[in-house]
């Protein structure tokens, strides 16, 4: 039992330092620690999204019928296939835990030793070069050449000073894995939230038309969610560096745009994504897809201008981590408005939507939108985005004036 436990815990200590050696070797010089980060977010956010793709309220109901439940619980025990290194593991500690010694152990004994020689001689061969470079890495080497501008920062710089300060803050956030790894949990997250509106099962047409134009709220809290993280904090990022911005030619109304741009992107695809995706994967007739178009959109332009202007408003400069600027009193203001203006964009359109469910034989297509109630709601959608998306990025760029 010993041994076969040996075995089983060997082999995957034996993966785990050849990996460690590959990365050592492989990764460029002095980015060991970003690398390993976009790993470990990659693996992590692939491990949500598969055990959330396996359903997991299937096993509950199975877990009602105990022939269909013992079924599941044997199909877990043990893999089908004797080709993989999981199946000899399980065969060799059930067989060993019996008293008797099984023949997968030997090509689990075969794996291991593969595994740990391999590492140690790679190490053998390449840490110590691994390790000398980066010590020389350590010291930076300063090189006095002037560079020209490549073709996206030329881009960037095209609208003035406010686009090189959002191609500043790219730099800075690819720079930065605490910064764009949250990318990555973003992606994720997206992931979880399709794959449970997909499982969720509705058999009432009506209903699950309702339903689809509800959880438009539960999308603008994730977005809302991830702009406490990006455009709430994107003014005090700049920390102490910010009297030193202030001293360029470079007025906060420029300064609070640049942050803006720079964040939207982001929570605009993000939105349309989850409203699209959703829209297609519920089955929603044409007029409730674009209904979930245009409420992502408004959305993610509102949300992101209010987390840029709140921040701007009252930014943390002195602050050592971006992730406590959003656990603030602003964020959790930020937060709470955010969710009002999900609620207050079906609220608009509450008419339209209902009558396109409810009825549509007598509205067909996209004729509800056609109707007075439909046009008022559209209107009334436009007027909020834009006058939403002006009143706070202005508040936030006369607030930050304030602060000299």
């Avoid at 010089?29 to 359903?55: D, K, M, N, P, Q």
């Avoid at 110590?128 to 890495?137: F, H, N, P, T």
């Avoid at 030193?244 to 109304?253: E, F, I, Y």
């Avoid at 297509?365 to 998306?389: H, I, K, N, R």
Wanted: with cysteine; net charge positive.
């Amino acid at each position: 039992m010993a041994l076969a436990a040996f075995l089983t815990f060997a082999a995957p200590v034996g993966l785990g330092a050849l990996l460690a050696v590959l990365l050592m070797r492989v990764a460029p010089v002095g980015r060991v620690r970003e690398v390993s980060t976009a790993l470990g977010v990659l693996i992590s956010a692939g491990l949500v999204y598969a055990i959330r793709a396996l359903r997991p309220e299937l096993i509950v109901q199975q877990a009602q019928d105990p022939e269909r439940f013992e079924a599941l619980l044997r199909s877990f025990a043990g893999p089908t296939s004797l080709l993989l290194p999981p199946a000899w593991a399980a065969q060799g500690i059930w067989q060993a835990a019996h008293g008797t010694l099984t023949w997968t152990l030997l090509p689990l004994l075969a794996l291991t030793a593969v595994l740990l020689l391999g590492a140690t001689m790679l190490a053998t061969r390449a840490y110590q070069e691994g390790w000398a470079r980066a010590l020389d890495s350590s010291r930076p080497r300063l090189d006095p050449t002037p560079r020209r501008a490549g073709r996206l920062e030329k881009l960037f710089n095209r609208p003035g000073a406010g686009g090189s300060l959002a191609f500043k803050d790219l730099r800075v956030t690819l720079r930065d894995p605490t910064q764009w790894s949250q990318l990555l949990v973003v992606v994720a997250l997206a992931g979880v939230y399709l794959v449970s509106v997909q499982a969720v099962p509705i058999p009432v047409p009506q209903f699950r038309g309702i339903l689809g134009y509800v959880q438009l709220a539960f999308q603008g809290f994730i977005i809302a969610g991830v702009a406490v993280r990006l455009a709430f904090p994107a003014v005090s990022t700049e920390a102490r560096a910010y009297w030193l911005l202030r001293t360029a030619p470079v007025s906060p109304r420029q300064i609070v745009l640049s942050k803006f741009l720079g964040v939207l992107p982001v929570t605009l695809v993000l939105g349309l994504v989850m409203g699209l995706v959703s829209a297609r994967s519920m089955g929603l007739g044409p007029t409730l897809l674009l209904l979930s178009a245009l409420v992502s959109v408004s959305n993610a332009l509102v949300i992101t201008a209010l987390g840029v202007g709140l921040g701007a408003a009252a930014p943390r400069f002195e602050a050592d981590n971006p992730a406590e600027i959003g656990v603030s009193p602003g964020g959790l203001a930020f937060m709470s408005l955010s969710l009002a203006y999900s609620v207050l964009c079906l609220l608009l359109l509450a008419r339209p939507a209902a009558t396109s469910v409810l009825r549509p034989d007598l509205y067909p297509g996209y004729t509800a939108l056609g109707s007075p109630e439909g046009v008022l709601g559209l209107l009334a959608l436009l007027l909020v985005t834009v006058a939403g998306t002006w009143i706070s990025l202005r508040w936030g760029w006369k607030r930050l004036d304030a602060l000299e």
